[in-house]
Protein backbone atom coordinates (compact mmCIF):
# COMPACT_ATOMS: atom_id res chain seq x y z
CA UNK A 1 0.00 0.00 0.00
CA UNK A 2 1.44 3.64 -0.50
CA UNK A 3 0.59 6.45 0.97
CA UNK A 4 -2.97 8.09 1.24
CA UNK A 5 -4.03 11.16 3.25
CA UNK A 6 -7.63 12.31 4.81
CA UNK A 7 -7.92 16.01 6.28
CA UNK A 8 -11.29 17.36 7.93
CA UNK A 9 -12.07 20.01 10.50
CA UNK A 10 -13.39 19.21 13.80
CA UNK A 11 -14.32 21.66 16.08
CA UNK A 12 -11.87 24.11 15.38
CA UNK A 13 -9.15 21.57 14.68
CA UNK A 14 -7.33 19.99 11.46
CA UNK A 15 -7.47 15.73 11.54
CA UNK A 16 -4.67 14.37 8.95
CA UNK A 17 -5.16 10.68 8.67
CA UNK A 18 -1.88 9.37 7.42
CA UNK A 19 -2.95 6.05 5.74
CA UNK A 20 -0.07 3.32 4.18
CA UNK A 21 3.99 4.45 4.01
CA UNK A 22 5.34 7.18 4.91
CA UNK A 23 8.48 6.88 3.22
CA UNK A 24 9.91 9.16 0.97
CA UNK A 25 9.15 13.23 0.60
CA UNK A 26 7.79 12.67 -2.73
CA UNK A 27 4.79 10.88 -0.91
CA UNK A 28 3.95 13.55 1.01
CA UNK A 29 5.05 16.45 -0.74
CA UNK A 30 0.82 17.25 -1.34
CA UNK A 31 0.77 16.90 2.23
CA UNK A 32 3.06 18.92 3.44
CA UNK A 33 2.26 21.67 1.60
CA UNK A 34 -1.60 21.23 2.86
CA UNK A 35 -0.53 21.38 6.34
CA UNK A 36 1.07 24.31 5.75
CA UNK A 37 -1.26 26.46 4.42
CA UNK A 38 -3.51 25.26 7.18
CA UNK A 39 -1.46 25.79 10.15
CA UNK A 40 -0.29 29.14 8.97
CA UNK A 41 -3.91 30.28 7.54
CA UNK A 42 -7.20 28.59 9.06
CA UNK A 43 -6.26 26.56 11.61
CA UNK A 44 -3.01 25.93 14.03
CA UNK A 45 -4.72 23.09 16.30
CA UNK A 46 -3.79 19.94 14.57
CA UNK A 47 -4.23 15.97 15.33
CA UNK A 48 -2.79 13.53 13.30
CA UNK A 49 -4.38 9.62 13.30
CA UNK A 50 -2.03 7.19 13.05
CA UNK A 51 -4.39 4.71 13.08
CA UNK A 52 -4.08 3.03 9.28
CA UNK A 53 -0.38 4.34 9.25
CA UNK A 54 1.42 1.26 8.76
CA UNK A 55 5.43 2.21 8.14
CA UNK A 56 7.08 5.37 9.03
CA UNK A 57 10.76 6.33 8.64
CA UNK A 58 12.75 9.47 8.86
CA UNK A 59 10.89 11.18 6.50
CA UNK A 60 7.44 10.85 8.25
CA UNK A 61 9.16 11.75 11.49
CA UNK A 62 10.77 15.07 9.71
CA UNK A 63 7.37 16.17 8.52
CA UNK A 64 5.80 15.48 12.09
CA UNK A 65 8.60 17.56 13.76
CA UNK A 66 8.67 20.11 11.95
CA UNK A 67 4.24 20.35 11.90
CA UNK A 68 4.48 20.54 15.59
CA UNK A 69 7.33 23.28 15.72
CA UNK A 70 5.25 24.98 13.06
CA UNK A 71 1.89 25.20 14.88
CA UNK A 72 3.26 26.09 18.25
CA UNK A 73 5.36 28.91 16.27
CA UNK A 74 1.81 29.97 15.36
CA UNK A 75 0.00 29.74 19.11
CA UNK A 76 -1.30 26.12 18.09
CA UNK A 77 -0.30 22.69 19.13
CA UNK A 78 -0.39 19.28 17.11
CA UNK A 79 -1.47 15.88 18.94
CA UNK A 80 -1.33 12.15 17.79
CA UNK A 81 -3.52 9.36 17.80
CA UNK A 82 -3.76 5.77 17.23
CA UNK A 83 -0.06 4.70 17.66
CA UNK A 84 -0.07 1.27 17.28
CA UNK A 85 1.68 -2.08 16.31
CA UNK A 86 5.71 -1.18 14.65
CA UNK A 87 4.67 2.46 15.12
CA UNK A 88 4.71 2.70 18.53
CA UNK A 89 7.34 0.51 19.45
CA UNK A 90 9.28 2.98 16.93
CA UNK A 91 7.99 5.78 19.23
CA UNK A 92 8.66 3.94 22.12
CA UNK A 93 12.39 3.36 21.17
CA UNK A 94 13.55 6.72 19.84
CA UNK A 95 11.62 8.32 23.13
CA UNK A 96 9.08 10.45 20.48
CA UNK A 97 6.50 9.28 22.83
CA UNK A 98 7.96 11.86 25.35
CA UNK A 99 7.75 14.75 22.98
CA UNK A 100 4.07 14.36 21.52
CA UNK A 101 0.93 14.62 23.38
CA UNK A 102 -0.39 11.04 22.37
CA UNK A 103 -4.42 9.90 22.78
CA UNK A 104 -6.00 6.61 22.03
CA UNK A 105 -8.68 7.70 20.14
CA UNK A 106 -9.75 11.02 18.20
CA UNK A 107 -12.37 11.83 21.03
CA UNK A 108 -10.10 12.22 23.54
CA UNK A 109 -7.60 14.06 20.71
CA UNK A 110 -10.22 16.85 19.90
CA UNK A 111 -11.33 17.38 23.92
CA UNK A 112 -7.30 18.53 24.38
CA UNK A 113 -8.26 21.48 22.44
CA UNK A 114 -10.85 22.56 24.70
CA UNK A 115 -9.29 22.78 27.46
Partial sequence: MSFKFEIKEKDNTTVLSL???VLTDESILNVKQ???SHIEGKNSNIIFNFSQLTHIN???INFI???LTKARIHNGDLVLFGICGTIE???KI???NEIYTIYTSEEEAVNHFKK
Fill in 89 to 91: NLF
Fill in 34 to 36: LMN
Fill in 58 to 60: STG
Fill in 94 to 96: TKL
Fill in 19 to 21: IGK
Fill in 65 to 67: MKS
